[in-house]
């Protein structure tokens, strides 16, 4: 048997419906999203222009990284480079190497150029943030709970 619900109250829910999915949207559109991610690294190709690859990455290589990153799931490491570079030295737009690194907190892409400014190689590994415990988790082991 339905519950019945007056005209106003029915307005109501609605409207609470309604606004919470509002909030639903605005928050996902306000999250940070990355050109830098798999998809679009699986569009870059041998010979292809470094204007094509930043287009397709959003811009020249950078660190978008918001923290420490691990490797995921753990993985060789690219024969050309080592993880802690990549955190600690991302290229910089205006430097004219022949190797471009682009991280965010899901992906790295490296791509190496050729003399001409074209892909000579590119490979691309899927990371993860370091978790690390708040400081209510840290005395919440030590007490043993």
Known sequence: MFLRVSGKRWLLLLGLFGFLAVLGVSVYMLMPHSAINRENFEK???GMPR???EAILGGPGR???TGSLELDPPCKIPPFTDLAEIVQFPSHPDSPAMRNIWACDAF???VEFDKEGRVKKAQGVPVARVHRPHVIE???RALGF
């Open 63 to 65: 660190n978008d990284a």
């Open 51 to 53: 204007a094509e690859v």
């Open 108 to 110: 790295i892409a490296f």
């Open 138 to 140: 840290k005395v919440r």
């Open 44 to 46: 870059i190709r041998e």
